[in-house]
């Protein structure tokens, strides 16, 4: 069973165990706790009608939001295919779905991860590097980090010629307080091998990606 398995199970089994009332685990109880502290912070009643499963529904929530901490992202990368009749060009999957919380203030930033290799005599399936993506969204993260994590690990694992990552997202923490700009992205790269020593291999990226097209 893998670390995703074993925390969707958890997840589903405390939610399951929650509706009949046997939700008894002290650190359970201790989040909860919590939670009906920062209701009372904004000047909310925690006892109201409304408001008396809200706890539970905000602790389930944190598990699926930051399921990312109980994956090793390395290990979606561990088989690879080398029967590719010697392919060793651009391999390129874009507008994967990226939905994180900022480190500093815990609300949400989402957008969109491009994400290419060239390999060198082997290769991944696909669906693995959104799942490299998707566990180290489901983290607190700053876009800058996450977009290197995600670079390095591909490149530290397959070893190919060249890696490319780059993510273009809304940061609530901006859109919706603090300056309050809700137009505004904010697009990060990170080039490994021959994205970073060839102009023709980053121009035919850029090209494939479509950086040019209007974002929205």
């Known amino acids: 069973m893998t ?3 074993k925390t969707t199970s958890r997840v589903e089994t405390k939610d399951a165990a929650s509706r009949n009332g046997e939700l008894d685990d002290p650190r359970d109880l201790e989040v909860m706790e919590h939670v009906k502290g920062l209701l009372r912070f904004i000047g909310e009643d925690p006892e109201r009608e409304g408001l008396l499963d809200t706890p539970r529904r905000v602790m389930l929530a944190m598990a699926d939001h930051f399921h990312g901490y109980k994956e090793e992202p ?3 990368l561990s088989r690879t295919f080398t029967e590719v009749e010697g392919y060793n ?3 390129l999957i874009t507008d994967i779905e990226l ?3 900022c480190e500093h203030h815990m609300v949400p930033f989402v957008g969109k991860a491009h994400v290419g290799y060239i390999p060198d005599g082997k290769v991944v399936g696909l669906s693995k ?3 490299v993506v998707d566990a180290y969204a489901k983290r607190l993260q700053v876009q ?3 977009t290197a994590q995600i670079c390095d690990t591909i490149w530290d694992c397959l070893k190919p010629k060249g890696v490319a990552v780059i993510l273009q997202c809304q940061h ?3 859109c919706y307080r603090g300056v309050k700009k809700p137009g505004s992205w904010t697009t990060t790269s990170k080039l490994h091998g021959c994205f970073l020593e060839s102009d023709a291999s980053r121009l035919e990226l850029m090209t494939l990606i479509g950086m040019k097209r209007n974002i929205g």
């Open 172 to 174: 609530f923490c901006m």
């Open 3 to 5: 670390d995703l398995t």
């Open 144 to 146: 800058e980090k996450l």
């Open 89 to 91: 060009e651009l391999v």
């Open 74 to 76: 390395r290990d979606y």
């Open 129 to 131: 590097l959104a799942r």
């Open 99 to 101: 939905h994180s919380h």
